[in-house]
């Protein structure tokens, strides 16, 4: 079945450091990908998405391409906050036809340390 | 532009008891969508209104249930209540659907049964 796969965390990092937090899915369409970002006691936010293959979504200096070869969705950030500290998750979407279906992965926490 | 609120924020029960969530959306958004969170099983979808009608259901046993009014508000209601059910509850709201991807949290209803 369809589903997304992320890396076990908690990913702790030094303030400025690089980050990449790998996402695999697995789909039988054509997927559009998210990354969302839950911030200690809150809701998720939708950080990025990607509707087809070999887009790039970024935002807040955050970002991921969209990979159909390797069915990938990696999230990466140059330098890293200590206000970046949240839980990541990566989702898939199969579109319309699917209702909804939004499947999410476990989750990726980010610790970083000043 | 009012976020999605959800009340109560924070509730305790006991087992048996039954709660009701209530969850306002973004005004506009017709679809209101339910997620359990906790720390083994993550994110994990209960189920999806959109204008009165529940299009789609997690695989959760029937003490889970829901419902959508006219004004979108949407409630969720779980019934004979068991320590397991101790989580956080999300709602999300979206303009097209969860299929979109493009959800749009609150910040939770955090259930503690004892």
């Known amino acids: 079945g369809d589903s997304v796969t992320q890396m076990e965390g908690p990913v702790t990092l030094s303030e400025e450091a690089f980050l990449t937090i790998n996402c695999t899915y697995t789909?039988?369409?054509?997927?559009?990908l998210f990354w969302y970002v839950q911030y200690p006691g809150e809701g998720l936010q939708l950080l990025l998405k990607?509707?087809?293959?070999?887009d790039k979504g970024s935002n807040k200096g955050f970002e991921a391409t969209y990979r159909k070869e390797t069915t990938s969705f990696h999230l990466e950030k140059g330098s890293v906050q200590v206000s970046d500290s949240a839980v990541y998750f990566c989702a898939l979407s199969l579109g319309s036809g699917n209702t909804g279906k939004l499947i999410f992965g476990q989750g990726t926490t980010l610790q970083v340390k000043p | 532009k009012a976020g999605v609120t959800q009340t109560p924020r924070y509730l305790i029960k006991t087992r048996g008891q039954q709660v009701t969530l209530s969850c306002s959306p973004i005004s506009g958004h017709r679809s209101v969508s339910w997620y359990q969170q906790t720390p083994g099983q993550g994110l994990q979808f209960l189920f999806e209104?959109?204008?009165?009608?529940?299009?789609n259901k997690g695989n959760f046993p029937g003490r889970f249930s829901g419902r959508q009014f006219s004004n979108s508000r949407s409630e969720m209601n779980v019934s004979t209540l068991e320590l397991g059910d101790s989580a956080l509850y999300l709602c999300?709201?979206?303009?097209?659907?969860?299929?979109?991807?493009?959800?749009?949290f609150g910040e939770g209803s955090r259930l503690t049964v004892l």
């Open positions: 789909a039988t369409g054509y997927p559009s």
């Open positions: 209104y959109f204008s009165e009608t529940q299009r």
């Open positions: 999300a709201s979206s303009l097209g659907g969860v299929e979109t991807g493009e959800l749009f």
């Open positions: 990607a509707t087809k293959a070999d």
